[in-house]
Every structure is written in structure tokens, then in C-alpha cells.
């Protein structure tokens, strides 16, 4: 008999005899016959194994800090805290005095004004641990409406406390496979209704375009809900705010960010271009030198310190929000060609990545082909 078959049977004897034992100790005990006992196995439990000295200590969670900077009123600033508290958020809440609001602007703050396009006034969030220090910033101008609203929109968009319902009930049932009417309504001009026109294009929605004359606005204006155009229609049911439009259509183009950040940062762009639209509307109401004193005033301070901003966003890629095309793109450029038209002089053209950007937008299928096909109108 070879040596390794010798050895082959001594191993197998063992291990029987080895097996037998631990068999006879779990029939033995407690009584309980060829059962397995939790207790007949506490000689088998494993001893967790000392930390090696190197091992790094397990990472301590700390807490994301929030600190609002506004004046010592509500204003745009209540709908924050209020938010912050539904949350359950300790917050610092830091409220400026109004009388010394002249000089400290001129320091600290007017560095954060200048990354967001020099405003007069500022609400911000900071976020010191989010990881690192983030710091939230947005430009507000006093008194003027629902420029809060991309803070508020992306705090709320953390807590599930927005629900959003589609307007077209049954659209999404199974089974339903009727496509929702459309219908725009706006002026015979581009303004703000273009960059809704281009964002159906987009989706490759067809759509009715209803074109109001401006003189018969005064008569038809009473017969509408707020008095204020655009309005979309989807099966009748009537959608207003062009921001809020073009946030309702995006997220079904798939164009309004892949998650809470991205959504928060084309909001703040988009309340920038809301801003500057907000101080260019009265150009269309106001006549002779107060028009004009305006127009200087645009041209060479208010226009040209939003669009360095932008420019400086569009770096690399020419879009505005996330290094990609977003609704914001489209809400930009839909509308500059009607603010170029009231300056009577280029502008976007000026800037190197707004430009890039605009051509961009231009060349995308959809926006392309209904630029081609769109009537031609002075603004």
C-alpha cells in the first residue's frame, strides 16, 4: 500500500471519528435527538477580529448647517425660514438691518452680487457641509415677485412636499393612447412666448399657435385669467407663467436636470433671465427721455453685468445650468432676440460662450426646423 493511499485513510479516519463526536455532543444534548441546538454550537461562534492599529476610525456623520442671509423683514426671505422650519431645520437666520444695508453691500456682499449679475439686493443660502462648503447664492430685486421661488422650488424639491399632477388627467393611463391638444397663446411677437414655441418644437408636439394683434389686446385682455400672457393649453385646461410653463414641459423633455441640484441650478439661471426681463418690460410703455434715460442705463450697466455672468456659466459648452442643454438655454435665447430688438443692437453675438450657446440651441433638432418654418415677426 502506497504511502499517499496510507495517509488518504488515516485523514478519513480521523475526520469520521472527529464527525461521530460532534454528532453524539448535538444528540446529547438537552435530550434532543439528531436536532442541532443553538447552544451546541457556541464552541463554533466566530470572535470578531482586533482592529488593525492603522484601521481608519469609522467616519463621523456631521449635520448639513444652514445659514439665511436677508434683511430684518419678510419680504422674499419669509418663504424661506417658513420652509426651513416645515422641514424641521435649525437655521441661522441673519437678518441685516435695512440702514446698514448701503455699506455693507459695497464689500462682502457685493462680491457675491457680482457672481450672480450684480443686483441691488440679495437673498442667499449658505451650505457649509454639503460636502465641503457650498454656497448657494441668488439674486433678488426688491420687491419684485417670485424671484425666491427657484430657493424655495429647491428646498421643496428635498422633501417631497411638492406633488406634481399632470394637467392632462388621463393622460397617462393604460390603454390611453390619445395625444393631448395643445394650444399657445401670445402676442404676434417672440417675448416670452417663444421659448415655450421652441420647447414643443422640441418635443416634437404639434400645437395650435394663436397669435394676438397688439391692438386687440386691450379687449381680449379682460377675458383672460390674470390679465398676463402666455397661456398654454393642454385639453382645455389652462397652464400660466411662462417659467412655469417651460418647467412643466422640460421635465417631460427630459430637459429640467437628472436631479435635485441640477434642477435648483436652471431654476437660479432661469430667475436671473426672469430678472433682467422684469427691468426691460417698462421699455415698452415708457415714452421719450424717460424711455431713453432707461435704454442708456441698460445698454451700459444692467444688460452687460448679466451677461458676463452668463458668459461665464456658458464657459466650455455655451449652456447656462450643468454643462448641458437645459429649458434655461431655450428661455434665454427664445427671448433675447425680442430684448435685442428693443436695444436696436446685438448682444448675445458679443459674448463668445452666449454665442456658442445660441448656436447650439439653433442647430438642435425640433428648435431647428421651426425656426425655418415660424413667422416672421419684428420682435
Same mark, same amino acid.
Given at each position: 500500500?502506497?504511502?499517499?493511499?496510507?495517509?488518504?485513510?488515516?485523514?478519513?479516519?480521523?475526520?469520521?471519528?472527529?464527525?461521530?463526536?460532534?454528532?453524539?455532543?448535538?444528540?446529547?444534548?438537552?435530550?434532543?435527538?439528531?436536532?442541532?441546538?443553538?447552544?451546541?454550537?457556541?464552541?463554533?461562534?466566530?470572535?470578531?477580529?482586533?482592529?488593525?492599529?492603522?484601521?481608519?476610525?469609522?467616519?463621523?456623520?456631521?449635520?448639513?448647517?444652514?445659514?439665511?442671509?436677508?434683511?430684518?423683514?419678510?419680504?422674499?426671505?419669509?418663504?424661506?425660514?417658513?420652509?426651513?422650519?416645515?422641514?424641521?431645520?435649525?437655521?441661522?437666520?441673519?437678518?441685516?438691518?435695512?440702514?446698514?444695508?448701503?455699506?455693507?453691500?459695497?464689500?462682502? #456682499?457685493?462680491?457675491?452680487?457680482?457672481?450672480?449679475?450684480?443686483?441691488?439686493?440679495?437673498?442667499?443660502?449658505?451650505?457649509?457641509?454639503?460636502?465641503?462648503?457650498?454656497?448657494? =447664492?441668488?439674486?433678488?430685486?426688491?420687491?419684485?415677485?417670485?424671484?425666491?421661488?427657484?430657493?424655495?422650488?429647491?428646498?421643496?424639491?428635498?422633501?417631497?412636499?411638492?406633488?406634481?399632477?399632470?394637467?392632462?388627467?388621463?393622460?397617462?393611463?393604460?390603454?390611453?393612447?390619445?395625444?393631448?391638444? =395643445?394650444?399657445?397663446? =401670445?402676442?404676434?411677437?417672440?417675448?416670452?412666448?417663444?421659448?415655450?414655441?421652441?420647447?414643443?418644437? =422640441?418635443?416634437?408636439?404639434?400645437?395650435?399657435?394663436?397669435?394676438?394683434?397688439?391692438?386687440?389686446?386691450?379687449?381680449?385682455?379682460?377675458?383672460?385669467?390674470?390679465?398676463?400672457?402666455?397661456?398654454?393649453?393642454?385639453?382645455?385646461?389652462?397652464?400660466?407663467?411662462?417659467?412655469?410653463?417651460?418647467?412643466?414641459?422640460?421635465?417631460?423633455?427630459?430637459?429640467?436636470?437628472?436631479?435635485?441640484?441640477?434642477?435648483?441650478?436652471? *431654476?437660479?439661471?432661469?430667475?436671473?433671465?426672469? *430678472?433682467?426681463?422684469?427691468?426691460?418690460?417698462?421699455?415698452?410703455?415708457?415714452? *421719450?427721455?424717460?424711455?431713453?434715460?432707461?435704454?442708456?442705463?441698460?445698454? +451700459?450697466?444692467?444688460?452687460?453685468?448679466?451677461?458676463?455672468?452668463? +458668459?461665464?456659466?456658458?464657459?466650455?459648452?455655451?449652456?447656462?445650468?450643468?454643462?448641458?442643454?437645459?429649458?434655461?438655454?431655450?428661455?434665454?435665447?427664445?427671448?433675447?432676440?425680442?430684448?435685442?430688438?428693443?436695444?436696436?443692437?446685438?448682444?448675445?453675438?458679443? #459674448?463668445?460662450?452666449?454665442?456658442?450657446?445660441?448656436?447650439?440651441?439653433?442647430?438642435?433638432?425640433?428648435?431647428?426646423?421651426?425656426?425655418?418654418?415660424?413667422?416672421?415677426?419684428?420682435?
Amino acid at each position: 500500500m502506497s504511502r499517499w493511499v496510507r495517509n488518504s485513510r488515516a485523514s478519513v479516519a480521523i475526520n469520521r471519528a472527529r464527525t461521530d463526536e460532534w454528532r453524539g455532543n448535538i444528540t446529547r444534548k438537552n435530550g434532543w435527538p439528531n436536532r442541532l441546538h443553538p447552544l451546541s454550537f457556541t464552541w463554533m461562534r466566530a470572535v470578531p477580529a482586533a482592529p488593525h492599529p492603522t484601521q481608519d476610525k469609522p467616519a463621523t456623520i456631521k449635520m448639513t448647517s444652514y445659514k439665511l442671509t436677508y434683511f430684518d423683514i419678510k419680504g422674499l426671505g419669509e418663504p424661506i425660514r417658513m420652509l426651513l422650519s416645515i422641514l424641521g431645520k435649525d437655521f441661522e437666520d441673519n437678518r441685516i438691518p435695512m440702514a446698514s444695508w448701503s455699506s455693507r453691500k459695497s464689500g462682502r #456682499y457685493a462680491r457675491w452680487l457680482k457672481c450672480r449679475s450684480g443686483c441691488h439686493t440679495i437673498t442667499s443660502l449658505l451650505v457649509p457641509d454639503h460636502p465641503g462648503i457650498l454656497k448657494l =447664492y441668488h439674486k433678488t430685486y426688491t420687491m419684485q415677485e417670485n424671484n425666491h421661488r427657484p430657493f424655495v422650488h429647491w428646498a421643496a424639491r428635498s422633501t417631497s412636499l411638492t406633488v406634481h399632477r399632470s394637467i392632462v388627467r388621463n393622460q397617462n393611463k393604460p390603454g390611453n393612447n390619445r395625444m393631448p391638444s =395643445y394650444k399657445l397663446t =401670445y402676442f404676434n411677437a417672440k417675448g416670452p412666448g417663444e421659448p415655450i414655441r421652441m420647447l414643443l418644437a =422640441y418635443m416634437g408636439v404639434e400645437f395650435e399657435d394663436n397669435r394676438i394683434e397688439i391692438e386687440s389686446w386691450p379687449a381680449l385682455q379682460k377675458e383672460i385669467k390674470w390679465g398676463r400672457i402666455p397661456v398654454l393649453e393642454i385639453d382645455g385646461k389652462e397652464m400660466y407663467q411662462s417659467r412655469a410653463i417651460m418647467r412643466y414641459l422640460a421635465k417631460q423633455a427630459k430637459l429640467a436636470g437628472d436631479n435635485d441640484w441640477e434642477a435648483y441650478e436652471i *431654476d437660479c439661471a432661469a430667475g436671473t433671465v426672469g *430678472d433682467l426681463m422684469n427691468l426691460n418690460s417698462p421699455m415698452w410703455k415708457l415714452k *421719450d427721455e424717460t424711455k431713453e434715460e432707461l435704454k442708456k442705463k441698460l445698454i +451700459d450697466e444692467l444688460i452687460p453685468s448679466f451677461m458676463k455672468n452668463w +458668459d461665464e456659466q456658458a464657459k466650455n459648452t455655451g449652456f447656462l445650468a450643468n454643462g448641458k442643454l437645459s429649458w434655461v438655454d431655450l428661455y434665454l435665447h427664445g427671448w433675447a432676440e425680442t430684448l435685442e430688438f428693443a436695444m436696436g443692437k446685438e448682444i448675445i453675438n458679443e #459674448y463668445p460662450n452666449l454665442k456658442i450657446g445660441r448656436e447650439k440651441v439653433h442647430a438642435t433638432p425640433g428648435i431647428k426646423e421651426w425656426l425655418a418654418k415660424r413667422p416672421k415677426t419684428v420682435w
